[in-house]
Nanobody
Framework: QVQLVESGGGVVQPGGSLSLSCAAS?????MGWFRQAPGKEREPVAI????????KYVDSVKGRFTISRNNDRKALYLQMNSLKPEDTAVYSC?????????????????WGQGTQVTVSS
């Protein structure tokens, strides 16, 4: 069993930046960040392989968000720049069954509780 705890959420103005962190209780394989806005289904944001060499982003965050990890620290990160109001959501990290990242949420048995990100002026 792997426990995941996110931190770093908050309120930021449009165009601002936030950095999210996810602490894992054990070594994890592929990981990802997902988000759920009010009234919407949870959607993927960015995913990363076990080694960190493969990273993928959904189109809406490409060029603005950066996913990274530090396996020695059992940590996952999401740097979010040029934030927009439509980025407002609860952001959750998840750990996958395998080493290669996937957008399929069924492949992620471990989830954190999430951290709220609000982008508003």
């Amino acid at each position: 069993q792997v426990q995941l705890v996110e931190s770093g959420g908050g309120v930021v103005q449009p165009g601002g930046s936030l950095s999210l962190s996810c602490a894992a209780s054990a070594t994890t394989l592929a990981m990802g960040w997902f988000r759920q806005a009010p009234g919407k289904e949870r959607e993927p944001v960015a995913i990363i392989s076990f080694t960190g060499t493969t990273k993928k982003y959904v189109d809406s965050v490409k060029g603005r968000f950066t996913i990274s990890r530090n396996n020695d620290r059992k940590a996952l990160y999401l740097q979010m720049n040029s934030l927009k109001p439509e980025d407002t959501a609860v952001y959750s990290c998840a750990a996958a069954k395998g080493v290669n990242p996937t957008y399929s949420q069924r492949e992620y048995p471990y989830w954190g509780q999430g951290t709220q990100v609000t982008v508003s002026s």
